[in-house]
Nanobody, 126 residues
Framework: QWQLVESGGGLVQPGGSLRLSCVASGITLDRYATGWFHQAPGKAREGVSC????????MYADNVKGRFTISRDDAKNAVYLEMNSLKAEDSGIYYCAARGISGNRCPKSEYEYDHWGKGTQVTVSS
């Protein structure tokens, strides 16, 4: 039975940083493309970042480029999202998702992912 568990969310002031973790069990993330999605209150879930199965390709939404960094630690079977210069609009629930797709593909749509975590809450507020 597989599981994706996110952690690392919390309350942070504008301009601050957080590091989100997504730890997998039952699946091996180096066989999956892994994405992070953000859902703000009352809004649809949106893609934030993705790392391909090969680890060679990463993708970022325009509003987080230069501030967020995705990475993967195969030894820990985990994917991370380093978030810097946080803004109030970054608040919401962050979900980790995985899709067994080979090579350098990085799916953009949430509908392309078939494994999901339950999310971790991020609140950016002074």
């Amino acid at each position: 039975q597989w599981q994706l568990v996110e952690s690392g969310g919390g309350l942070v002031q504008p301009g601050g940083s957080l590091r989100l973790s997504c730890v997998a069990s039952g699946i091996t993330l180096d066989r999956y493309a892994t994405g992070w999605f953000h859902q703000a209150p009352g809004k649809a879930r949106e893609g934030v970042s993705c790392i391909s199965m090969s680890g060679m390709k990463t993708m970022y939404a325009d509003n987080v480029k230069g501030r967020f960094t995705i990475s993967r630690d195969d030894a820990k079977n985990a994917v991370y999202l380093e978030m810097n210069s946080l803004k109030a609009e970054d608040s919401g629930i962050y979900y980790c998702a995985a899709r067994g797709i080979s090579g350098n593909r990085c799916p953009k749509s949430e509908y392309e992912y078939d494994h999901w975590g339950k999310g971790t809450q991020v609140t950016v507020s002074s």
